[in-house]
C-alpha cells in the first residue's frame, strides 16, 4: 500500500489501535472516545460500503455470484467464508476495500484537524501495512486462551472457526512487540490507568510536533 498524503499538511497526530481478534479493542476506543478524541472504526466504515451497488459489483466478479442473495444484498457469511479459507481471496479483497477505507479516514482527519490527535482502529494495522502511514500505533493485548474464551461466548462460534480467522492475522504477541504502545487488557487489570496514561503521552508527542512545525 503506497502512502497518501494527507488534504491538510497540518493535521493532527495520526494514531492506529490494533490487537488480535477478541482482545477488548471496542472497549479500549470507548476509553479514548470519552476522552474526546475522534475515533474511526475502519471495519464499520468498511461494513457500510457493502450498501454501495458499484462496491457489491466488484466482490461479487471477484468473489462470485454465491456472495450475493436473491435481494441484491451482500451474503456478508458466504464472503467470510471464502476469504477466511483462501487467502488470495482476502488479499484481493482487501486490495479493494482498504484503498477506500483510507480514503475515508483522510476526509475524517481534515473534518477532526483541530484535534490533538486522532485514533484509526484495525485490526490489521500491521498485515496492510496501514502502521507506515500513521505516527504512533497502540496495541491492545490479551493471550489466545482468553480471546477464544471471549470470542467463544460473543460469537457463538467454534474453536476451529475463531483459530481459522486468527490465522489470518498477525500473532498478537509480534503486534505488541511492534506497537509504540501496548495495554493489557487482562480482568482486574487498570484499563483505564492505562489509557489516560497513553493519552497524555500522546498529547506530549502532539504539542512536541507543533513545536517542531514552529521552529522548521
Known sequence: MSQTTLNSQQHPLLVALTGGIGCGKTTVLQEFSSLGIPCFVADEVAGAYYADPSFLHQVQ??????VIRPDGSADKQAIAAIVFHDAGALKQLNAIVHPRVWADFQHFVDANSQAPYVIFESAITYEYGFDHLVDKVICVY???EERLHRLELRDHATRQQLLARMQNQLPAEEKMMRADYVILNYE???RTRQVQYIHRLLLVSSI???LQ????
Open 208 to 210: 512536541n510536533r507543533e
Open 61 to 66: 466478479s471477484l468473489l462470485g455470484p454465491s
Open 188 to 190: 482486574g487489570n487498570p
Open 213 to 216: 512545525n514552529l521552529v522548521s
Open 142 to 144: 490479551l493471550e489466545q
